[in-house]
């Protein structure tokens, strides 16, 4: 026996369904709300959303979408996306397979499908994070990999935590609370004097609300930038980003001047610590040279609210111009490395300017790209 599987274009009577196939996958899409959020109120337009559809039981199985946006691109702005959600319900599918059903392989008809929609909605690059399991698909569907490196920096600020991660080390595990006991206080001084010998700064973070037309000059002076690739930052994408009170904004000021903005994410995560993320930060291009001070400033900040460690993820792309790693290692952040796979599809609008968009370098990313997606 075989089974045919329909691609075809989301409609608001599938909403139910898919919602409940995401939230199977996502913590941030449990309800309705959620999901409409995310996919249909985005200032951008509503995402273009492709759907799987296991044909005799009329049973939705897939779902793939683009959620729209713009993008600054050698300073020029460009309408693009963000390539989302390629989920399928395996054990569906699997109970099909174990009952002797021939299923016809639909991952890369799926994408491909989205990717024909979002460029007739005038989509010109569309870059996305996959999975390894994912990331054969898109490249079959045309996407092209960006070959990049990605590290995890955090800094403990409470030994409870840094008694886990050594909990993690065999050799360590039967002593990590005592190890933790001494080490802790130990980088706690060495961070201390780090900051004494640094002398004042000058930078302060003022607290806001929300994004206005004060933080667009941010926004505006990365655009004109000929030589970055970087997601809108204009008010209303962020505050459709980090609306939540979980995410704590400032501007970052500097001799009584504004020169950026940081967003920082304060949460439990799935290990049960309160953790601080620095999810998104950008100055004017006079003001990279703050960052150390602002790192400091924002220690501080994730101290306020109780946590117990503060995590930065760090992509190698443009930011290395600044020497932002070498600012967070020197302040006894730890690193490792992590696995990002980031894939680009392109219109032929940009086709001329492949190799230039393939160089991660080029690139400016943060947090604002992968947080709550």
């Not at 492709?50 to 460009?78: N, P, Q, W």
């Not at 008694?163 to 039967?174: E, F, I, P």
């Amino acid at each position: 026996m075989e089974r045919n599987i329909n691609i075809r274009n989301y409609r608001e009577e599938d909403t139910p369904a898919v919602v409940g196939l995401l939230s199977g996958f996502y913590d941030n899409v449990k309800t309705e709300e959620d999901w409409r959020r995310l996919y249909l109120d985005n200032p951008a337009g509503s995402a273009v959303i492709s759907l799987a559809e296991e044909t005799s039981g009329k049973k939705l199985i897939g779902h793939y979408s683009v959620i729209k946006m713009e993008m600054s691109v050698f300073g020029e702005k460009r309408f693009c996306g963000k390539g989302e959600g390629e989920i399928f319900d395996l054990p569906f599918l699997i109970g099909l397979l174990k009952r002797g059903v021939k299923i016809e392989p639909s991952s890369e008809k799926l994408i491909r499908h989205t990717m024909n929609a979002a460029l007739a909605c005038g989509l010109e690059m569309v870059c996305t994070n996959p999975n390894d399991l994912a990331l054969k698909s898109h490249i079959a569907a045309g996407y092209d990999s960006l070959r990049q490196e990605f590290s995890i920096f955090v800094l403990p600020l409470k030994s409870r935590y840094l008694s886990h991660v050594l909990t993690k080390k065999k050799n360590l595990a039967g002593t990590a609370c005592f190890i933790s006991s001494l080490v802790a206080p130990l980088i706690h001084f060495l961070y201390s004097v780090k900051v004494l010998f640094f002398g004042r700064t000058g930078v302060c973070l003022d607290p806001i609300g929300s994004f206005d037309s004060r933080t667009d000059i941010f926004a505006e002076a990365l655009g004109k930038d000929k030589h970055v690739i970087a997601i809108d930052r204009s008010a209303g994408h962020l505050n459709w980003r980090f609306g939540k009170e979980e995410y704590k904004k400032y501007v970052i000021r500097d001799g009584g001047k504004d020169i950026g903005y940081a967003v920082l994410h304060v949460f439990i995560n799935p290990n049960g610590f309160k953790e601080a993320c620095l999810v998104d930060y950008l100055f004017l291009p006079e003001g990279w040279g703050k960052f150390k001070g602002t790192i400091v400033k924002i220690t501080e900040e994730a101290k306020k609210y109780d946590s117990d460690l503060l995590r930065v993820n760090y992509m190698h792309d443009r930011k290395e111009t600044f020497g932002l790693a070498g600012v967070l290692k020197e302040l006894f952040f730890t690193k490792r490395s992590d696995k990002r796979n980031i894939t680009v599809f392109l219109s032929s609008q940009l086709e001329d300017e492949k190799e230039k968009i393939l160089d991660i370098k080029n690139w400016f990313f943060t947090d604002l790209y992968f947080e709550g997606y």
